[in-house]
């Protein structure tokens, strides 16, 4: 939680929460229903170098906070230095893209790839989240009702239910949040509710994990209708996600896995 929680600090000092929409050109055919992520036909910003500098920092955070990766930095953190334009700019497009063979190919650093990859995905947050923002304003999302990001396509880390009633999905890479149907299942759609269920620890209420059995998959979903604190608008998923690893835990004691059995 220390890591998640200081992490977040940086990028908000970088790429700070849009407290209004920005401005978009006039609907047209962009406003037509998407098919794939807009990552996919809008190119990215420029943003080798931001992204760079937030990998360096990541690392730096990470390995002051668990001396285990301390030696696997070391290793890697000259090479992040000294990285040429060119290379900064495969690497920045290899993260926006997800290409993981070609970002682990790059590291080098056996036994810790998959830190590696988290470290990038969250070198991404400062470039991406203003990007997304941009994108989406004024911009409905209403017919996505997909399981990954309209956006960057990453996969949804969490869902909240809002004091309207309306559930939505959130990005943990972009923070983009998109509608999605509040009765069925967000991985196969199931809505029958005999296999599709919730349950929720009182301490950490008012949280809870939605299960289905149709497809075996869960999804933690923030439920702000009662109010209190966790209702305000402002609430950080991403560090929240990180907050309620308990849940996650009791979801896959009893069978259950993010993203259902497909995955």
Sequence with gaps: MDFVKAWRRY?????PVPSAAPERPPAGDDDAPLEQPLILTVPPPPGADEFTAALRSAGDLLASLQPRFGPTWER??????AAREAERERLYSAAV?????????WAQVDGEGETFLTLAELALQPVLRPFAATLVAGRSLAAWRRPFCP?????????RIRPDNLRFLHCPVCDTEWPVTRLSCVWCGADDPKKVQFFTLEVLEPWRVDTCEVCGGYMKTLDQRSGGPL???GVDLFVEDA????????????????GGRAH
């Design 76 to 81: 890697l953190k000259p090479r992040v230095e």
């Design 231 to 233: 209702a305000m608008p």
């Design 151 to 159: 956006v960057c396509g990453r996969e949804a880390d969490v869902a």
């Design 11 to 15: 990028v908000d000092g970088r790429a």
């Design 243 to 258: 907050r309620t690893l308990q849940l996650d835990l009791l979801a896959q004691r009893e069978g259950f896995r993010r």
């Design 97 to 105: 893209l997800r290409q993981v063979p070609e970002l682990l190919e």
